[in-house]
């Protein structure tokens, strides 16, 4: 007689849009398990979890926790049926204290009023059980540090009566040290019964700490395994080993690399540290990493959003000291910008205004011819509209995405970098981009490229830079392999191997 | 439980609160003011000038005290000023001079003030309008009822409760202990009662708030009511000092001042964070400058710009301190600290 499984979840199905992200997935998790999730950028994980926490609602599938047949339309009967989500993003309030955050909604009760007292000394009681030193139950949650708001959200999370935990990317925003506390504060989680959903990338804290694995890759399900049944090397390959297409433009004719257009040596801020990376003109280089990494934060230092604060950045062999997007601009740098929609377009204003912007609001790089070129330039790029006075937010993702680069090129920049250019837009609009990053080198610009697809960077770059953990973890020339660039990225191999 | 209630002590001594903070700009306000006053060889601190003083903060007092509520919400209510007014005029007619009416004019006064309170809180809860149209609309309704409904003073208030208006305790006038007791059973409310508690949660995130099991549309509505009830209240007084209900008395823009005051007293206009005390010491910041204005005779156009200055300046000086406490934590710890190049 086995009781049944904390949670069955079968033949799940989700798209949006109509693009499939999860066809027919399954997940089992035995109780007081720690169940790894793994697969690349892009699997389907963070859908498969949402739908778990009922942020997201299946499109076909069946959800079993305990036996019970379940299926959540909004998140608090997730919660309330004993599924609870640690999101990167914290559901905490800062000003709150600790006592109060794990109590809020269901604070005990004195004739008099809310029992602060008593809600202290639950939290302290169930902090200890944890094992957890050093957190105070009345310190105001925005005064601590990432971890130990990670620990007031788990602990929220089991007294709330949580037989399932899904953590996603627990480990992202914390330090060493704070990690082997979250080790511990797992494995306590499984004695004490509770199953625990882990999705990370980072290969060594599956082995360390997961007793089973299921690998996801394009929204399938692949295999499901025992961590000891399973090397690191067969188990990374398992979550890539795809055929590249051969989709990707050839590289082309003519296209010579030229001289160094972006350098950074030791560039560093609060985010990434240790950057030295070069783009020459006429050069693609592709950032990979898997997400936190720090890939957009260095397209952000590079564009001052979020400057270096160590190190040196040089444009054609010019130190700058770039302070803001202003002073990018007139360096002849360019972003296009991760968010399409908060970041790279005024929604409601026309083609032509969002064209114009760049242009309009930098006197010193406006000048008469570069206005002058932006139709040709929205032609060249294939724009699909209504006219140049159409609103963009009626433009479909790709073309609104050929906006945002017309918007740039009109400035004429000497170095472009692409924040996940493709994201969000249709295969042929993807094409079209593919060819026009080509198109870009071969007149000579600087390609700054960042692709969560790793088929997208080695299809296109010519060298790819692997970050791991904010550092660059190794270069890799155009043609490298999947493996290899994950390698890198999950921290198996690179400059900072981790110590075994 | 000797280990939590110790770190407590070390984290409030180790950072002085915001509520602190504001108590000391008051005593400091006073100190400041009665130099001054002093320098031109008068007494701030004289009877007449203290009652002056105190007398301003009863009436501002309780509008600020029910928009404190309401702004920790995230929310704001413009019609307070209205509703002081028409609750002045239902006061005034329901008593018509008769003491004996007292209990149900001010029974009245509460019924109407609630209702007008519990409309703004259901517009703004559940038709999601936004609280600065949905009150402002309710504030032009009141308006435009009074202005044809009421052509001058209306009613009649006994003597008896016009001591509500005038009488006092020492220097301290009635109507201020008044809404100090007010004042002491809102801090009580959004410290011990669960629906003032989650006040704070509604308006430092709703979502949150909502995902944790808070009914957060009862939360804001009751906070919306107890706003309208406060300005009643104000109301009440209105008549208490006129002797009759005046509808013109919207003209002064009570709700200003009221709002001044909360972000005075450190409440966050985007809600969550700040409490009454606070607003406390809002309300009597202002007071003193204007009584200081009064008794200097400065000429009312410097008046205003110093009152204007002085907010800009304290809600500069908390975004500040808001900044600083953000800015402490990166996003990614473990690129900054522990590895060094």
Not at chain 1, 250 to 257: A, F, P, V
Not at chain 2, 256 to 274: K, P, Q, S, Y
Request: contains cysteine.
């Amino acid at each position: 007689m086995t009781a049944p499984p904390v949670l069955d979840m079968h033949g799940i199905d989700k798209a949006f849009l109509g693009v499939p992200v999860l066809t027919s997935v399954d997940l089992r998790i035995e109780r007081g398990e720690v169940h790894a999730l793994v697969g690349e950028n892009g699997a389907g994980k963070s859908t498969l979890m949402k739908i778990l926490a009922g942020v997201h609602t299946a499109d076909a599938g069946a959800i079993e926790l305990g036996g019970r047949a379940v299926s959540f339309t909004h998140p608090l009967q997730a919660q309330q049926a004993g599924v609870a989500t640690v999101f990167q993003e914290f559901n905490l309030l800062p000003e709150l204290t600790v006592a109060e955050n794990i109590h809020l909604g269901r604070e005990p009760r004195t004739w008099h009023g809310v029992d602060r007292r008593a809600m202290a000394a639950r939290t302290a009681k169930l902090l200890d059980d944890l094992g957890v030193e050093g957190l105070a139950p009345t310190a105001k949650v925005g005064s601590l540090s990432v971890a130990h708001q990670q620990i007031t959200e788990i602990a929220k999370a089991l007294s709330q009566g949580a037989d399932l935990i899904c953590m996603d990317e627990p480990t992202a925003a914390l330090a060493d040290a704070e990690v082997e506390l979250l080790y511990r504060l797992v494995r306590r989680l499984r004695d004490r019964g509770v199953a625990v959903l882990y999705v990370s990338h980072r290969l060594r804290e599956i082995f360390d700490l997961c007793d089973r694995i299921t690998v996801l890759k394009d929204g399938k399900h692949v295999t499901t395994v025992d961590t000891a049944d399973i090397t690191p090397d067969e188990l990374v390959t398992a979550m890539v080993g795809r055929r590249i297409e051969s989709v990707f433009p050839e590289r082309l004719q003519g296209t010579e690399t030229g001289e160094v257009r972006l350098r950074v040596e030791g560039g560093g801020n609060a985010w990434i540290d240790a950057i030295d990376l070069e783009v020459r003109a006429g050069e693609i280089v592709g950032l990979a990493g898997l997400q936190g990494s720090g890939r957009t934060e260095i397209a952000e230092a590079v564009f001052g959003i979020a400057p270096f604060t160590r190190g040196t950045l040089s444009v054609d062999g010019t130190p700058m000291r770039i302070t803001g997007p202003r002073k990018a601009i007139r360096a002849g740098l360019a972003l296009v910008t991760e968010d399409r929609k908060a970041e790279g377009l005024a929604l409601r204003q026309s083609v032509r205004a969002n064209a114009r912007m760049i242009l309009d609001a930098n006197p010193r790089v406006r000048s008469r011819r570069r206005l002058g070129r932006i139709p040709g330039l929205l032609s060249s790029l294939d724009l699909v509209s209504r006219g140049e006075d159409q609103e963009v937010q009626f433009l479909s993702g790709g073309n609104q995405q050929k906006v945002v680069v017309a918007k740039w090129l009109a400035a004429e920049p000497g170095v472009i970098v692409l924040d996940e250019p493709t994201r969000g837009i249709d295969v042929g609009a993807k094409h079209k981009l593919y060819s026009v990053i080509r198109q870009l080198a071969a007149e000579g610009l600087a390609v700054l490229l960042i692709a969560s697809e790793l088929i997208e960077v080695i299809g296109l770059a010519d060298r790819i830079v692997v970050l791991h953990d904010g550092r660059i973890a190794g270069e890799l020339p155009a043609g490298a392999t999947e493996q290899e660039v994950m390698a890198y990225a999950t921290g198996r191999r690179g400059a900072e191997a981790e110590p075994s | 439980m000797t280990r939590p209630d110790l770190s407590a002590l070390t984290a409030s001594i180790r950072r002085p609160g915001t509520t602190a903070l504001i108590y000391l700009a008051l005593a400091a306000v006073v100190l400041v003011s009665g130099v001054a006053v002093a320098l031109e060889g008068k007494n701030l601190f004289a009877t007449a000038n203290l009652v002056d003083m105190f007398t301003r903060t009863s009436l501002t007092g309780f509008l600020a005290i029910g928009m404190t509520l309401v702004i920790l919400c995230r929310s704001l209510d413009l019609s307070v000023g209205y509703t002081a007014a028409l609750s002045s005029l239902v006061a005034a007619t329901t008593m018509d001079g008769q003491v004996a009416n007292l209990p149900l004019a001010i029974g009245a006064v509460l019924l109407v003030s609630g209702l007008i309170g519990a409309a703004n809180g259901a517009i703004v809860a559940f038709l999601r309008v936004n609280p600065f149209i949905a009150t402002l609309g309710t504030g032009l309704i009141i308006k435009g009822y009074l202005d044809t409904r009421y052509k001058g003073p209306a009613g009649d208030v006994p003597e008896a409760f016009r001591a509500f208006g005038y009488s006092r305790i020492g220097p301290v006038p009635v109507s201020t202990l008044v809404m100090l007791a007010l004042a002491v059973a809102a801090i009580w409310f959004l410290r011990s009662s669960r629906t003032g508690h989650h006040m704070y949660a509604v308006g430092g995130d709703v979502d949150i708030a909502r995902m944790s099991g808070i009914r957060t549309d009862r939360v804001l509505l009751t906070a919306h009511v107890l706003c309208g009830m406060c300005a009643g209240v104000a109301g009440l007084l209105l008549a208490a000092r006129f002797g009759t209900g005046s509808a013109e008395s919207y003209t002064n823009l009570y709700e200003l001042d009221a709002i001044a005051a909360v972000v005075l007293g450190g409440t966050l206009l985007l809600g969550g964070r700040g409490g009454v005390a606070g607003t406390v010491a809002g309300v009597m910041i202002l007071a003193v400058l204007d009584s200081v204005f009064n008794v200097l005779q400065i000429d009312p156009f410097a008046k205003d710009v110093l009152r204007g200055a002085v907010i800009i300046a304290a809600v500069a000086l908390y975004a500040r301190r808001q900044l600083d406490r953000t800015a402490r934590r990166p996003r990614f710890p473990t690129a900054a600290a522990g590895r060094t190049r």
